[in-house]
């Protein structure tokens, strides 16, 4: 491989990752794909993490880069979002169209250049927030359709939220350590039923807190009298 391929291969790492992370998505169309739905998620949220991390570590970032990834993304969450709703189906496939709606909504503010990116909570807050129902309704032995409908509606809200989200749990791990650290605890709960509720409960308080913070914040300016 000469210099000039090399580079290449080097300035794409990141996109590579990014693309490793949709393909293992076949697997869910299979005769008993949904089987497969929680390592899928937990595989998808490590590689969005891993092209995020090689794009500042290698200092590969582009903006190519960046709308693959929210492509990707987008791809893998309304997928994931309408499976999951069709298998349930009734008031959960309803509140799971409106949900994959305001993924497609996201993605496309994101792409416009203009907009501001850090707005409204993570479509990957929605599927770790979907893992932790799917994990704790199986564990407990009850049905998860009420949940469900209820997480979609909300992520509906938050995900289009005209303010930050500052206190989400992943947004604050700045450093790989941090990001890795996170991934493990995902993975912790879903191979150790026994903390699951703990950990379950500290994602979902920091994005509860984000919420209620980042809206007063936003009606106070809202409020304010211009100058």
Sequence with gaps: MDEVQRNVVYRNLANVASILGVLPMALLFMPDGYRFLIPFILYNNVMDDLDGVLAGKLKIRSLFGANLDNVCDTVVHVTVILLVSAQFGGFVLAAGVIAATAVIVRLTSRLDPEASKSNGSPTNELM??????????????????????????????????????????????RSATAVALVNVALIG??????????????????????????????LRRGNQPPA
């Design 128 to 173: 770790r927030q979907l893992l932790f129902v799917l994990l704790l309704t199986n564990q407990f032995g009850v049905g998860p359709e009420i949940y469900l409908t209820i997480l979609f509606l909300v992520h509906s809200v938050t995900m289009i939220a005209p303010f930050m989200m500052s206190f989400l749990i992943r947004g604050m791990a």
């Design 189 to 218: 709960a879903w191979l150790f039923p026994s903390f699951t509720p703990y950990i379950a409960a500290i994602f979902i308080a920091s994005y509860f807190y984000s919420f209620a913070t980042g809206s007063l914040a936003w």
